[in-house]
């Protein structure tokens, strides 16, 4: 028999012998400050919550329903959610079936039961992921919806905690959570070992410590096993007690009054003291681990027995009958009654539409646009202030990289106060290459945030500060070490929309110096060449500027994109072009140019190439396309390749790294007679495998690509030796037109053969 059926059961056998549980908790209802409603309505929470569970496995039998993790014996979370406001975000584990029931409870309209079960037979009409996967999670009430790798959801709860501050002071015009709110983050025991967990909490009590106000509810759910792998007995609270910056509270799970005694105080304590809490709580787990989890592959009959002896439900009819609530009778008839409701619920909700066709599906995957206020740019007069009247005329002059890229973000900053920038070193040091110079100075340390080192809670705070109407610019410092905590972004911010029917949105513009040719300052990790990490998310928008005017414009869209049409947006700086000035020779200053003021240039819009035409003729001899260090070399080659060779060279910068901006590809490139694609990223996995792919499915003809080695990079002279140069793209040019000339000749010839035998 299926164990849910054997706890089914025992419950009602028990309750109807009288045969109660102990009281696993000496604090009375008056102690708890808990009224006899209340608990009931506790008690009706975690029964329409074991139900749910129940139902979910009988339809999955049947084919009907998907994916049964259940919240049985976690059923103490109805408790733990009466403690809290409603309006306290809540970032789930998902055994918290009862947690989102018993807040539903508080909020007058709610229906979780329908709600959930849409959830359960992937309906469209499921009011969380539109049928896009069994989850917890609504909008109403401030529930995101968490489906995902084990403890991801951890560093987004300390961004949400943090900005609550931040909002209070800027007050945001998408700000969601009120000014006393807390929020609520919960996980398992195994999970608290992940890294990514550890990463976390370590991070909310080194902000605490400081005296940065978290206000911050962890907890951490203690079934004692993780799938099949136990906990060390003690572990947990060994592991949660001592934490610097960190309260710690425990609590028995079983008895919803002591959880609610106790959680009431945890939730009143951070409130109060905006300071992160960890309340570990007791609980057990029933049915083993997820559908198809058989426990007596790894536990003895007895001891899968002994944690159905402590089923919740069964500690909170004692509570009911000890304290003359209920009867025997009573409480048998909430469970009998709930029973039957779920179960006619359920047969309805089999009837309701699934999705379809893979459209359907995609609806979700990148956010729709959302109305904010009308954006003028930055005043003069907060200009005048922020830079001095003499700075402001200084930008005229030509700038680098580097330079133009902080003024952008400067004024950007002045023109949103919904912005914040969090990074390592990027406030007090102005960044590893002075690109975010004077920005703490100007905006202060809350909007410009020296983080601690740790890549995961720097994108996390971007994720969380976003669920609260902030849209961030996390700075990874170097692109090698966005590996570290590339599940953020992954898992984590990109499917958020999707998996929220485009409710919950994390807009963001994520900067990363990378890339290689730096001379001097070496070693792959500094040099990082790769992007094939970011070009396969679904939704996500990656930028790669190659000189200062286009970057400044390709950020203001890039910022114009995460604030009104929700994207998010990796945007990867070049960081060899940082400082450079010159591109044909030294002194020519040719790679400068004077600072776009908000409002003046030609803004660059999402999908748009740039187009380097030669100086005589149009190009259509060959066209170059790469980007960044690859486009400014290209550039080199082209004047060689023109003065040298008359080849007539036009040179494509891509810009738009992912989605390709391929229609614009073609357009620039249709004229020409070959194309040379310039990647220097890896052959392996490179933009240029996808190019090579659009221009065949094209039908360009005379197509060759000239790409870095399949190599990390080395320190010291030959710290450029496997990656394009000028000489590479110039000899590789050559032997393409070259070809084509001699294929030229051989076709012309074979057309005249042709032509004599007619
Ligand atoms: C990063 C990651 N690794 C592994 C898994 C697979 N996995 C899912 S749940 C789970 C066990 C979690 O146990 P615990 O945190 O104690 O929660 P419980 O299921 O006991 O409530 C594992 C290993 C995952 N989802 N994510
Ligand atoms: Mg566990």
Same mark, same amino acid.
């Given at each position: 028999?299926?164990r ?5 059961n025992n419950?009602l056998?028990?309750?109807t =012998?009288?045969?109660?549980?102990e009281?696993?908790?000496? /604090?009375?209802l008056?102690?708890?400050g808990?009224?006899?409603e209340?608990?009931t ?10 139900h749910?569970?129940r ?10 329903g998907?994916y049964t993790?259940?919240?049985?014996g976690?059923e103490g979370?109805?408790a ?5 406001? %409603?309006?306290?975000m809540a970032f789930?584990h998902?055994r ?8 539903? @409870?508080?909020?007058p309209g709610? &229906?979780?039961?329908?709600?959930m079960?849409?959830?359960f ?17 609504s909008?109403r009430?401030?529930?995101?919806p968490q489906?995902?790798?084990i ?7 300390v961004?949400a905690?943090?900005?609550i ?12 959570l009120?000014h !006393? ?13 992940h890294s &990514? ?9 080194w902000?605490a410590?400081q005296? /940065?106000?978290?206000?911050?509810v962890?907890?951490?759910? !203690?079934n004692?096993?993780?799938i099949?792998t136990?906990t *060390?007995t ?5 592991n949660?007690?001592?934490r ?8 028995n799970?079983?008895d919803?009054?002591?959880t ?19 309340l570990h709580m ?9 559908g198809?989890d ?8 007895? #001891?899968?027995?002994?944690e159905? =002896?402590m089923?919740p439900? $069964?500690?909170?009819g ?5 304290t003359g ?8 008839d909430?469970?009998?009654s709930?029973?039957?409701r779920v ?10 539409p699934r ?7 995609m609806a979700?995957?990148v956010?729709?646009p959302?109305?904010?206020?009308t ?7 907060d200009?005048?202030?922020c830079?001095? /009247?003499?700075d402001?005329?200084?930008?005229d002059? %030509?700038?680098h ?7 952008a $973000?400067?004024d950007?900053?002045l023109?949103?106060?919904d912005?914040v920038?969090a990074g390592e070193d990027?406030g007090?040091?102005? +960044?590893?290459y002075g690109v975010t110079q004077?920005? #703490?100075?100007?905006?202060g340390s809350g909007?410009?945030? !020296?983080t601690?080192? !740790?890549?995961q ?5 971007a994720? +969380? ?18 590996h570290n905590?590339?599940?953020?972004v ?5 499917t ?6 485009? #409710?919950y949105?994390n ?6 110096a990378g ?5 001097g ?6 040099n990082?060449?790769?992007l094939a /990490?970011?070009?396969?998310? *679904?939704?996500?928008i990656?930028?790669c ?33 940082y400082? &450079?000035?010159?591109?044909h ?15 003046h240039?030609?803004?660059?819009? $999402?999908d ?5 035409l030669?100086?005589?003729?149009e190009?259509?001899d $060959?066209?170059i ?7 400014y070399?290209?550039r ?5 390749l ?5 080849i ?6 891509i ?5 390709? %901006?391929a229609k614009a590809?073609?357009?620039? &490139?249709t ?7 310039v ?9 240029s495998?996808q190019?090579?792919t ?5 039908g360009?003809h005379?197509l ?9 990079i080395?320190t010291g ?20 037109v ?6 030229? @000749?051989?076709n ?6 042709q032509?004599?035998?007619?």
């Amino acid at each position: 028999m299926d164990r849910s059926e054997i706890v089914h059961n025992n419950f009602l056998s028990r309750v109807t =012998a009288g045969d109660w549980p102990e009281l696993a908790s000496p /604090v009375s209802l008056q102690e708890a400050g808990l009224s006899p409603e209340a608990l009931t309505d506790i008690f009706h929470s975690q029964v329409l919550s074991r139900h749910l569970d129940r139902v979910s496995r009988q339809l999955q039998a049947r084919g009907e329903g998907y994916y049964t993790i259940g919240s049985s014996g976690h059923e103490g979370n109805a408790a733990l959610a009466s403690a809290f406001r %409603p309006t306290d975000m809540a970032f789930l584990h998902y055994r918290d079936a009862a947690f989102q029931i018993a807040r539903a @409870r508080q909020v007058p309209g709610e &229906t979780p039961l329908w709600d959930m079960l849409l959830s359960f037979v992937t309906s469209t009409e499921d009011p969380i992921s539109g049928g896009r996967h069994k989850v917890l999670g609504s909008k109403r009430l401030f529930i995101p919806p968490q489906t995902s790798t084990i403890a991801s959801h951890l560093p987004k709860a300390v961004g949400a905690a943090y900005s609550i501050g931040t909002a209070n002071r800027l007050n945001p015009e998408h700000r969601q959570l009120p000014h !006393d709110a807390v929020v609520v983050c919960s996980f398992g025991d195994a999970s608290l070992n992940h890294s &990514t967990a550890q990463g976390a909490i370590n991070t909310a009590g080194w902000t605490a410590f400081q005296g /940065v106000p978290l206000p911050l509810v962890f907890v951490c759910e !203690d079934n004692g096993i993780g799938i099949s792998t136990r906990t *060390p007995t003690g572990w947990v609270a060994a592991n949660l007690q001592n934490r610097p910056g960190i309260k710690y509270f425990g609590c028995n799970g079983l008895d919803p009054v002591e959880t609610y005694a106790v959680a009431k105080e945890a939730a009143d304590w951070c409130r109060r003291r905006r300071r992160p809490v960890a309340l570990h709580m007791k609980c057990v787990r029933l049915y083993g681990h997820a559908g198809a989890d058989m426990q007596a592959a790894y536990m003895s009959k007895q #001891q899968i027995e002994a944690e159905e =002896a402590m089923d919740p439900l $069964l500690h909170t009819g004692a509570r009911l009958v000890s304290t003359g609530i209920l009867d025997n009778q009573g409480v048998l008839d909430i469970y009998t009654s709930v029973n039957a409701r779920v179960e006619r619920a359920a047969e309805q909700a089999i009837k309701r539409p699934r999705l379809k066709t893979a459209e359907q599906v995609m609806a979700s995957l990148v956010p729709g646009p959302r109305p904010c206020r009308t954006d003028n740019g930055p005043s003069e007069e907060d200009r005048s202030e922020c830079f001095g /009247v003499s700075d402001i005329r200084a930008m005229d002059k %030509p700038q680098h990289m580097a330079k133009q890229i902080n003024l952008a $973000l400067s004024d950007l900053m002045l023109a949103h106060n919904d912005l914040v920038m969090a990074g390592e070193d990027i406030g007090r040091k102005g +960044g590893v290459y002075g690109v975010t110079q004077k920005l #703490q100075q100007r905006f202060g340390s809350g909007r410009v945030i !020296d983080t601690l080192l !740790d890549e995961q809670s720097i994108l996390g705070l971007a994720i +969380g500060m976003a669920h609260n109407g902030f849209v961030a610019i996390p700075e990874i410092q170097f692109l090698a070490y966005l590996h570290n905590a590339e599940d953020q972004v992954r898992g984590e911010a990109a499917t958020l929309s999707f998996f929220s029917n485009r #409710q919950y949105t994390n807009p963001m513009v994520i900067r990363i110096a990378g890339l290689g040719y730096q001379r001097g300052f070496g070693g792959h990790f500094h040099n990082d060449n790769s992007l094939a /990490v970011l070009r396969d998310i *679904p939704g996500v928008i990656m930028a790669c500027p190659s000189n200062g005017a286009d970057a400044v414009q390709m950020l203001r869209t890039c910022i114009r994109l995460a604030r009104e049409e929700q994207r998010i947006v990796a945007f990867v700086e070049p960081i060899a072009l940082y400082m &450079t000035r010159d591109l044909h020779e030294e002194g020519d200053g040719l790679w400068t140019s004077p600072y776009p003021q908000p409002g003046h240039g030609t803004p660059i819009e $999402l999908d748009s190439v740039g187009i380097h035409l030669p100086v005589k003729g149009e190009g259509k001899d $060959l066209a170059i396309v790469s980007y960044a260090n690859g486009y400014y070399r290209a550039r080199q080659a082209a004047k060689v390749l023109e003065e040298d060779h008359g080849i007539s060279c036009r040179v494509i910068d891509i810009r738009w790294l992912s989605p390709l %901006p391929a229609k614009a590809l073609i357009e620039a &490139t249709t004229e020409c007679r070959n194309v040379l694609i310039v990647d220097e990223c890896r052959r392996t996995g490179s933009q240029s495998e996808q190019l090579m792919t659009l221009f065949t499915e094209h039908g360009t003809h005379n197509l060759a690509r000239l790409t870095a080695e399949d190599c990390f990079i080395p320190t010291g002279p030959s710290y450029a030796a496997t990656l394009p140069s000028k000489e590479s793209i110039t000899d590789a040019a050559l032997s393409l037109v070259g070809k084509q000339i001699k294929n030229q @000749r051989a076709n012309n010839q074979g057309a005249k053969k042709q032509g004599g035998k007619k």
